[in-house]
């Protein structure tokens, strides 16, 4: 039975690695299918402390994981599709079809994007239906693309895609941006950005092919409808927990999908640890799943010495 399985390889599942890896845990990651998590969907982390140059997402996340394996954490690409109580700890279930005991275990799931919920969205996505700037900004060169948000993602996106796109429609259902001074001065000052206040993406209209074309907008203020030419819509409204494999484990959850955190890091079940974004629908921030990962560690170790 191994002592510790972190379940994610996004800042908190690494950090954990590294802390139980160096208590000598000898933590067991299964890493899950978006390897390294959200910042490998991003370009430039400029606040990541260390860091005065700013660091590449996916460099960092790279960086992690050597540390981590460098104290001998080792790595299962898996995905875990249930947790169940045994005598003595838990047993995981994965889609590979291979189980896991383990004393302990640490949940650094994180979050996916979220998606408006219209008719045709999934045939759309990678036909022109985004929620990764970074992946697939390069593939519009001179078209004029829009993005769907006003946190501090959509802000992001919407600058660097003006690096290709002729034009980058800024989406958003209220008068006001939710994105951080910096980033809302950003991209009010772009030229290349248009905002389209009080809007609404009604439909996502296509080609015979199945292309996007454009969007139909709704006024959301005297219900008035638009429509824009654009190639590619950048989706960047949030996200929503990796926690629907938890159904049935006694893991508490608030009304969102968000693992409750009881006393640290612990959650309603004793030996389950959370950490990083798939407990925190506030800071949400790599430092903050980082330390929480940290945490979280700390917290195993502290339960396996008293356990035994
Ligand atoms: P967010 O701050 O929750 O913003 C989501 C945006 O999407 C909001 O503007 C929201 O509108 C809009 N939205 C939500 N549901 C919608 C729907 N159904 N239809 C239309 N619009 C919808 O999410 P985020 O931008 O992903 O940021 C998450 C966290 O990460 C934040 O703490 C942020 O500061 C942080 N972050 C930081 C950086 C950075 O520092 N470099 C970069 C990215 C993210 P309303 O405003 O009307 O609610």
Known sequence: MENVI???TG????????YTARANLSPLVIAGEQIGGQLTTTTEVENFPGFPEGVMGPDLMMKMQQQAEKFGTRVQYDRVDGISKIEGGFKLQTMSGTDYETKTVIIATGASPRHLGL????ELIGHGLTSCATCDGAFYPDVP???IGGGDSAAEEA???TRFASKVYLVHRRDELRASKIMSDRVLANPKIEPLWNSQVAEYITDDQGEMTSIALTNTQDGSRSQREVKCVFVAIGHIPNTSFLAGTGVDLDSNGYILQKSGTQTSVEGIFAAGDVADHVYRQ???AAGNGCQAALDAERYLAESE
Do not use: H, R, Y
């Open 159 to 161: 600058n660097f895609l």
């Open 11 to 18: 800042c908190a599942g690494w950090t954990a690695a590294i």
């Open 145 to 147: 693309v829009a993005v």
């Open 6 to 8: 972190v379940i994610g």
């Open 286 to 288: 790599a430092i903050t």
């Open 119 to 122: 008719p045709n969205e999934k």
